[in-house]
Antibody
């Protein structure tokens, strides 16, 4: 059974750096074709893809946010960490991590999602 | 950057057919995927690879593709299908993208 859970601060101040951790179980991020991504959703707005890291440490970032994002993995801990610098109130959103298991087959979708964590940016 | 365009809203009566479109220049070359999201919940995959249905998804959900447009069709809409629906794809460089979402209202 695949599960993912996001953790991190619920409140950050403007200009601070946000660090979110995705802790997962039921799969290994060293298995070929597997990836873990981050997606966010501001209140009442659409989903926005942020970043994704693959089993081979290949990383992809949203072009519009690339300069602010860093994604890393710790295979031994079954964790993926996303950092976002220079936080702004517009970054207030629910942040989700999600599993993708089919990249090796050329299929790029998320089949398992975490419950999400709401991050508020405010002074 | 790559974009996917969806109508903001679609309304249908129970038992009717709902069609939600998603347009993008790369869709002739890249598969599309559809997610259903109900309030306060994480998205759930309902269609992958344009038209395939994951196990556990009702048969009334189907997908199709034609040129730069993909369509999610929900036949015999039920009240429980009221939700936001998002299409998603990836471009040739491996950048993923979501559409702006469509709110399905069951009248």
């Amino acid at each position: 059974q695949i599960t993912l859970k996001e953790s991190g601060p619920t409140l950050v101040k403007p200009t601070q750096t946000l660090t979110l951790t995705c802790t997962f179980s039921g799969f290994s991020l060293s298995t070929s074709g597997v990836g873990v991504g981050w997606i966010r959703q501001p209140p009442g707005k659409a989903l926005e893809w942020l970043a994704l890291i693959y089993w081979d440490d290949d990383k992809r970032y949203s072009p519009s946010l690339k300069s602010r994002l860093t994604i890393t993995k710790d295979t031994s801990k079954n964790q993926v960490v996303l950092t976002m610098t220079n936080m702004d109130p517009v970054d207030t959103a629910t942040y989700y991590c999600a599993h993708s298991g089919t990249a090796a087959a050329g299929l790029y979708y998320f089949d398992y999602w975490g419950q999400g964590t709401l991050v508020t940016v405010s002074s | 950057s790559y974009e996917l365009t969806q109508p903001p809203s679609v309304s249908v009566s129970p038992g009717q057919t709902a069609r939600i479109t998603c347009s993008g220049d790369a869709l002739p070359k890249q598969y599309a995927y559809w997610y259903q999201q109900k309030p306060g919940q994480a998205p759930v995959l309902v269609i992958y690879k344009d038209s395939e249905r994951p196990s556990g998804i009702p048969e009334r959900f189907s997908g199709s593709s034609s040129g730069t447009t993909v369509t999610l069709t929900i036949s015999g809409v039920q009240a429980e299908d009221e939700a936001d629906y998002y299409c998603q794809s990836a471009d040739s460089s491996g950048f993923w993208v979501f559409g702006g979402g469509t709110k399905l209202t069951v009248l």
